[in-house]
């Protein structure tokens, strides 16, 4: 691509995940194309001054363009932006600002997020629950990739590392006295800024489905953390939501630490 000027001006704020751009009008200009090096993103009526660009990997550096295009698609003008995401790494927190608590059990909860690689997978973020006794478990992924065990049945009482995490945090979300017998994990999903879990437990011979999910977010310049569990059948009646008056039944945990 050739440019008769380069002097766009134009600006990015960087997300863990997220690029917003925006930029002043270019005389003449019909287009504006954007592009990360020299892959295409998207076209833009002359109309349109920002953008944002989603699904990008976090604490990594990008190098975007933007080109403004006349009619006839001759470049007019054009800017060139160097950007590095954040990260969503560090402590968050939920208070529990209510006397329902799970029989003191969810008084609040902190997670710590890790950013991590995986050679097939790519990136994605470890969740760690901090117990009372300052102890973590890491809630997702339970297993890690490539683990030929997962997907198998647990004991509900098992001591590894997944049976461990697993039960210490079914226990606190379990509102009834009764535990299944086993469970598995059924399915695991991952995104830039989000990811879930599918497991199925066993009790009493009745098998049910519960989703553990997560998702970043920025709120008010604030990092934040929605963290849910929802079931089916028996599973959806004993889980333990959000007490909170208007907050929902997902927890929503507010990064206090990197």
């Known amino acids: ?11 990015a704020e960087a997300e863990p995940s997220a690029v917003n751009f925006r930029w002043q009008a270019a005389d003449g200009a019909v287009y504006y194309d954007l592009y990360e090096k020299n892959d ?34 001759n ?15 560090g402590l968050y927190e939920w208070i529990n600002k209510t006397s329902k608590d799970n029989r003191g059990k969810m008084k609040n909860l902190m997670i710590r997020v890790e950013t991590a690689v995986d050679s097939v997978f790519g ?6 629950m901090i117990m009372d006794d300052g102890s973590e478990v890491q809630i997702f992924p339970l297993y890690d ?23 210490l945090n079914a226990d606190r979300l379990n509102t009834s006295i009764f535990s299944p017998g086993k469970w598995r994990l059924d399915s695991v ?51 333990f939501r959000n007490p909170n008056p208007g907050e929902g039944d997902s927890f929503i945990l507010t990064k206090i630490a990197e």
């Open 189 to 239: 999903e991952i995104g830039y800024d989000s990811g879930s879990a599918t497991v199925q437990s066993s009790a009493f011979g009745i098998v049910a489905d519960t989703i553990s999910s997560y998702r970043f977010f920025i709120e008010d310049g604030t990092m934040k953390l929605e963290y849910s569990t929802i079931g089916t059948g028996v599973a959806d009646a004993i889980l």
């Open 123 to 128: 990136q994605y973020h470890k969740l760690y």
């Open 75 to 89: 470049t007019l003008d054009a800017a060139f932006i160097d950007v590095r995401t954040g990260s969503w790494d």
């Open 40 to 73: 295409f993103i998207i076209r833009l009526s002359s109309d349109v001054l920002s953008y944002r660009k989603n699904n990008l990997q976090s604490d990594t550096e990008y190098s975007f363009s933007i080109a403004a295009r006349d009619e006839d698609n």
């Open 1 to 11: 691509m050739s440019f008769l000027f380069a002097s766009i001006n134009a600006t």
């Open 145 to 167: 990739f490539g683990d030929t065990s997962s997907g198998e049945w647990v004991n509900y009482k098992d001591t590894g590392r997944a049976g461990t995490s697993y039960r």
